[in-house]
């Protein structure tokens, strides 16, 4: 029986091993983890992730071949592949600091293997790293070897939040990369056979281990590009009078270019797309790539910009002042069918309005007030050291108020934004809603969710992104 230990129980090793203990009832999986909370949660009925279709593959699976367990040394002593799923946040601070990925708990989780490993191990790369972060790990194992064979494998995982399940059962493809030696190619194929049981073998690629690493940032920076791509354009479908969706929909059409991730919004978040471009940039600038890390770096800058431009959008059709107004911020995960906040656009968002002195109340069927709260105190970064978390400020608290309802959250609003595009904004009853708002009663669409010409019917002042105009916010002034 082969035995696989995942160390990290997050987003990734989570959902992974779960459908790799579903797909392979000959295979002991263990997922481990220090945090006894979250070693807890996966092993209670409220698991510490939401995703749809994960508390099925886990109830099929716990106390059978998948274990969750605190006991990381025991477990990594017993198994034959190790896959090493930790945190790799931005640096903080020192040489690369808001750039370069923070390989602290991959050190560690490293220097761990080397001393608890008795036996031969296959040691997987499954959290995004840096290219070239195989060959110091590999320094690291070796030089403590006591004998140990040692083959470090890249298999960064492309499953998107939201429909991991799915994506997970049902992969593009598998990318595994390892060395060109015997016994590199020989681990290659033991980790390709656990894929195998399920996932058609021509959608298992491999490759070298630099190729494997650089792919995976390289996929998500062409990612975030086309979002960035389609939301420079729409701020140029407001000022013309062209519709978004329309561009969108035909630009699509060309089957070189495709009809996916070209949903115009008011950004991209989430834990993945900055943090691996900004790596990327550091990368570029390492080998003195200067253009390259630029044209990058745009990337960034356009998200950013995005997100402001609503934001002032927010203000302008105001009346350029949010003051003594209360804002109903719909959805704050940083996409649908998810709880995941991290990098979320509705961060940058809240404290823009935030920072106009209005008073907010924010609805998202998924995120905790607590969770919210943290997240609008933390400074950028934070999240990923909860170790330095500062005390939430008192005039925040105040004007933040969190409810587990869309119609509670507008009750007496100047004013709506749409930040998720969860589905039940689609069905809410905007009738009753705009009978119980301030008037004018203005409503924002970050993710354009809603029906825009229904909503004007009712009376609504509605701003959807990339699309014409509002007669009203037409005539107030030009937002740059
Ligand atoms: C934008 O175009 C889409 C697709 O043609 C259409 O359904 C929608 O009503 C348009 N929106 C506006 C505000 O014109
Ligand atoms: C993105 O656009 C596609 C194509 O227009 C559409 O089918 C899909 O529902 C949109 N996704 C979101 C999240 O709005």
Not at 56 to 81: M, P, Y
Request: proline letters at 4%.
């Amino acid at each position: 029986m082969v035995k696989i230990c995942c160390i990290g129980a997050g987003y990734v090793g989570g959902p992974t091993m779960a459908v790799i203990a579903l797909k392979c009832p000959a295979v002991e999986v263990v997922v481990v983890d220090i945090s006894v909370a979250r070693i807890n949660a996966w092993n209670s009925d409220q698991l510490p992730i939401y995703e749809p279709g994960l508390d099925d593959v886990v109830r099929q699976c716990r106390g059978k071949n998948l274990f969750f367990s605190t006991d990381v040394e025991k477990h990594v002593f017993e198994a034959d592949i190790i896959f090493v799923s930790v945190n790799t946040p931005t640096k903080t601070s020192g040489l690369g600091a808001g750039k370069a990925a923070d390989l602290t708990y991959w050190e560690s989780a490293a220097r761990m293997i080397a001393d608890v490993s008795k036996s031969d191990k296959i040691v997987v790369e499954k959290s995004t790293v840096p290219v070239k972060t195989a060959e110091a790990i590999e320094k690291i194992l070796t030089h403590n070897s006591k004998g140990i064979n040692y083959q470090i494998l890249s298999n960064p995982e492309f499953l998107a939040e939201g429909t991991a399940i799915q994506d997970l059962f049902n992969p593009d493809r598998v990318l595994i990369g390892g060395r060109k030696t015997p016994e590199g190619q020989k681990a290659v194929q033991a980790l390709k056979a656990v894929y195998t049981q399920w996932v058609p073998e021509d959608r298992v690629i491999t490759t070298n281990l630099w190729s494997a690493e650089l792919t995976k940032l390289a996929a998500n920076a062409i990612l975030a590009k086309r979002i960035s791509s389609i939301n420079s354009i729409s701020a140029l479908c407001e000022a013309t009078g062209a519709n978004i969706t329309e561009v969108a929909y035909s630009v699509g059409k060309d089957s070189r270019i495709g009809p996916k991730f070209l949903n115009a919004s008011v950004g991209f978040g989430g834990s993945c797309f900055q943090k691996d471009i900004l790596n990327l940039v550091y990368i570029c600038e390492c080998y003195g790539f200067l253009e390259a890390a630029n044209y990058w770096k745009t990337v960034i800058k356009i998200n950013d910009y995005q997100k402001s431009r609503f934001v002032n959008r927010v203000v302008a059709s105001m009346f350029n002042t949010l003051s003594g107004k209360k804002i109903a911020v719909l959805g704050f995960a940083f996409k649908k069918d998810t709880g995941d906040t991290r990098e979320t656009p509705a961060i940058d968002v809240c404290k823009g309005l935030l920072a106009d002195k209005a008073s907010i109340s924010i609805y998202d069927p998924q995120v905790t007030e607590d969770q919210i709260q943290r997240d609008l105190t933390m400074n950028k970064f934070d999240w990923d050291h909860p170790i330095h978390l500062q005390p939430m400020s008192p005039t925040t608290v105040k004007k933040v108020s969190v409810t587990w309802d869309a119609y509670e959250a507008t009750k007496g609003a100047h004013g709506i934004c749409i930040l998720t595009e969860w589905d039940e904004f689609k069905g809410l009853d905007y009738q009753k809603i705009y009978d119980n708002m301030q008037k004018p009663a203005f409503l924002f669409d970050g993710r354009n969710v809603v029906d825009v010409e229904k909503l004007r019917e009712i009376g609504f002042v509605v701003y959807s992104i990339g699309k014409p105009l509002d007669t009203w916010l037409g005539v107030m002034p030009a937002v740059v």
